[in-house]
């Protein structure tokens, strides 16, 4: 059956191209070769191209700047959403510029909800839980907190430190009360007003009393 589809094959050729069947399928490997090389040559041209405009379009990232101590609610303002500002992040207090991996921390990627807050905390234990995004590490465990070392091995490595985040003090009861207030230092005097009004109600008596004793030395005189 295959050789007489070939014997077929064969005839066809030589009837329909005048072109024995060797030099046939040479005619179509050459064809083919002359295409692949042509379609290479202006497909890399062509590739490159796009890839020179795209790099023409790509604005050069600026120079990280400096923002120094700044608080949580500061840092905020630098998760990406306002593409002027740098992409900042922090680690242990440490501020970081990542906008050179705006693709993992930038809007619509991978870690972009670590990005404008202190995410120590959500890093060491590997957490996308918004009460993890926090740089409170207290009460981490060892292998949680070799974790976090290794990210902030990473970032020191690979991203410019630009700042740190301000520590906030909570207010104590004691530094409020170092002051007596108004109403205390009412209460303090009351009983001084107290203690003075017996005092002076005998001073009174005394002299009621002594009165009627000198108009009797006077009779007498």
């Not at 992409?87 to 050179?100: P, R, T």
Request: hydrophobic share 35%; glycine share 8%; aromatic share 10%.
């Amino acid at each position: 059956m295959a050789l007489e589809l070939w014997a077929t094959l064969k005839h066809a050729i030589t009837d329909y191209t005048g072109l024995s069947p060797a030099l046939f399928f040479t005619v179509i490997a050459l064809s083919l070769a002359f295409y692949y090389v042509v379609s290479g040559l202006f497909g890399s041209s062509s590739s490159h191209q796009n890839l020179r405009s795209m790099e023409e379009k790509m604005e050069p990232l600026p120079p990280p700047v400096q923002v120094g101590e700044i608080s949580e609610e500061e840092l905020k303002q630098y998760d990406g959403s306002d593409p002027t500002k740098p992409l900042l992040m922090a680690i242990k207090g440490q501020i970081y510029d990542v906008s050179q991996g705006r693709m993992f921390y930038g809007p619509g990627g991978p870690y972009a909800l670590f990005a404008g807050k202190d995410a120590s905390r959500a890093l060491a234990k590997m957490s996308f839980e918004e009460k993890d995004l926090t740089g409170d590490i207290s009460g981490l465990g060892p292998f949680e907190l070799d974790a976090l070392q290794d990210w902030e091995f990473k970032f020191m490595s690979k991203y410019t430190k630009v700042g740190t985040v301000m520590k906030t003090i909570p207010v104590t009861n004691g530094s409020c009360s170092s002051e007596p207030t108004a109403t205390e230092a009412t209460d303090r005097e009351a009983p001084k007003v107290a203690d003075d009004g017996p005092s002076e109600k005998a001073a009174a008596e005394t002299m009621e009393a002594t009165s009627p004793a000198d108009d009797d030395s006077k009779k007498e005189d």
